[in-house]
Structures are given as C-alpha cells and as structure tokens.
C-alpha cells in the first residue's frame, strides 16, 4: 500500500520548537520530491517547504525561511520538519506530500496537528 505517515505534532508554546516525522512505504521515497504544506483554519492550504530526492535543492514559502528546517533520510523513507522559534500562527495540520517532479503532489499523508499556543 501506498502511503505517508506523519508523527510528531502537538501542542507547544509560542517560540518553542517541534519536529514532524513523515515516514513513506509501499512506493520509492528515493525517487521522489518531498513537500510539506499546511492547513490553516479559515486559509485553506499553504505550501510551507520542499525537498528533493537527494536532498540537494530545497524552497521555503518566505515566512518559514530561518526559522524552519526540512531534512529527508532516505535510508529510513523519512521526510522531517524541523520547526523552531514557533508562532502561534504557525497552528495547522500539517500535511506531507510526495510528487515526481517539485511541481506536483502525488501521494498525501494524513495530517498532523500542530497547536502553538501558551
């Protein structure tokens, strides 16, 4: 089965830091661009990073530039999100996302909330 799942959210405090976990299987996570794009009450869907295959190019939106990290390990099939200096804007879903190319997500994960609150 083809599929992505995403570990790691919760509840932090403003400034604080997490890590969102994404770990694929049953398609080749080497050969595959990996995106991370969030959900935000009321916005809709908001495109936050990528990466791709071998990890050599990644995009940031502007407002996750300096304070957000995205990694892949392809041994493990794992894309990750470092998440730091944390807003409370920054509360949403956040949804991983795999595609052939940087211009298309082919396979979703199923979400993992992320609350910045105090």
């Known amino acids: 089965e083809v599929q992505l799942v995403e570990f790691g959210g919760g509840l932090v405090q403003p400034g604080g830091s997490l890590r969102v976990s994404c770990v694929a299987s049953?398609?080749?996570?080497?050969?595959?661009?990996m995106s991370w794009v969030r959900h935000v009450p009321g916005k809709g869907l908001e495109w936050i990073s990528l990466?791709?295959?071998?990890?050599?190019?990644?995009d940031y939106k502007d407002s996750a530039k300096g304070r957000f990290t995205i990694s892949r390990d392809n041994a493990k099939s794992t894309a990750y999100l470092q998440m730091n200096s944390l807003k409370p804007e920054d509360t949403a879903v956040y949804y991983c996302?795999?595609?052939?190319?940087?211009?298309?997500?082919?396979?979703w994960g199923q979400g993992t909330q992320v609350t910045v609150s105090s």
């Open positions: 996302g795999a595609g052939v190319s940087m211009s298309e997500i082919d396979v």
């Open positions: 049953g398609f080749a996570f080497n050969d595959y661009w």
């Open positions: 990466i791709n295959s071998d990890g050599t190019s990644i």
